[in-house]
């Protein structure tokens, strides 16, 4: 049986942009763009289906951890080590 791990990601977020994307600025660092403003968690929601989609996780196993208010967040992704392998990829 596989025990689950965290990894933490720092993201920049970028709301009520014309084109989403998800770049990575570095290990552990991403900045991401989405068309959802940020007024009632619809932008928090934008960037967890993001980040989810991207590193192949359900919705479920990340989290905003720091920053639900704030452009800067500290967001933590949980999974076994085989399901995060490629978070620090590429």
């Avoid at 919705?59 to 620090?88: A, H, M, P, Y």
Wanted: without cysteine; hydrophobic residues 30%; proline residues 6%.
């Amino acid at each position: 049986m596989n025990s689950k791990e965290k990894i933490y990601l720092t993201v920049k977020v970028q709301p009520r942009s014309r084109k989403p994307g998800l770049e990575k600025l570095s290990s552990g660092e991403y900045r991401i763009r989405v068309l959802a403003p940020p007024s009632k968690g619809k932008a928090n929601k934008e960037v967890i289906e993001t980040l989810a989609t991207h590193f192949g996780l359900p919705s479920s196993r990340v989290k905003i951890v720091k920053g639900e208010k704030s452009r800067n967040k500290l967001v933590v992704l949980e999974g076994d080590r085989e399901e995060l392998k490629d978070v620090f990829k590429g």
